[in-house]
């Protein structure tokens, strides 16, 4: 099983920017699929963005053009650049692999294997 660690959470103000990192440990990493998601309490936890074995990636709307997933093989680890931050990002963010082959649904959190432990992202105004 894969584990995955982040960090590069933290308190932004509105319009400001932040980078998550996630280090991954126990797999083959160029063959992961991996993904961010972030969580609300009281919400289901919601696909925001995942990058491929072949490193063709996509975003969900609420954050295209403001985040962008990058994976470097070399280091096993991914990251997420996030700019231009507002309140409503505000969430715990996990970042997520995926070993199985097969369809592949890279915004459903049932499609991932394993999960970093999160990290708190608060942004205020």
């Known amino acids: 099983e894969v584990q995955l660690v982040e960090s590069g959470g933290g308190s932004v103000q509105s319009g400001g920017s932040l980078r998550l990192f996630c280090v991954a440990s126990g797999a083959d990493y160029s063959d992961l699929r991996l993904g961010w998601f972030r969580q609300v309490p009281g919400k289901e936890r919601e696909g925001i963005a995942y990058v491929n074995a072949i490193d063709r990636s996509d975003y969900a709307d609420s954050v295209k053009g403001r985040f962008t997933i990058s994976r470097d093989n070399a280091a096993s680890t991914m990251s997420l650049q996030m700019n231009d931050l507002k309140t409503e990002d505000t969430a715990t963010y996990y970042c997520?692999?995926?070993?199985?082959?097969?369809?592949?649904?890279?915004?459903?959190?049932?499609?991932?294997?394993?999960w970093g432990q999160g990290t708190q992202v608060t942004v205020f105004s």
């Open positions: 997520a692999a995926r070993e199985r082959r097969g369809f592949w649904s890279p915004f459903e959190a049932a499609d991932y294997d394993s």
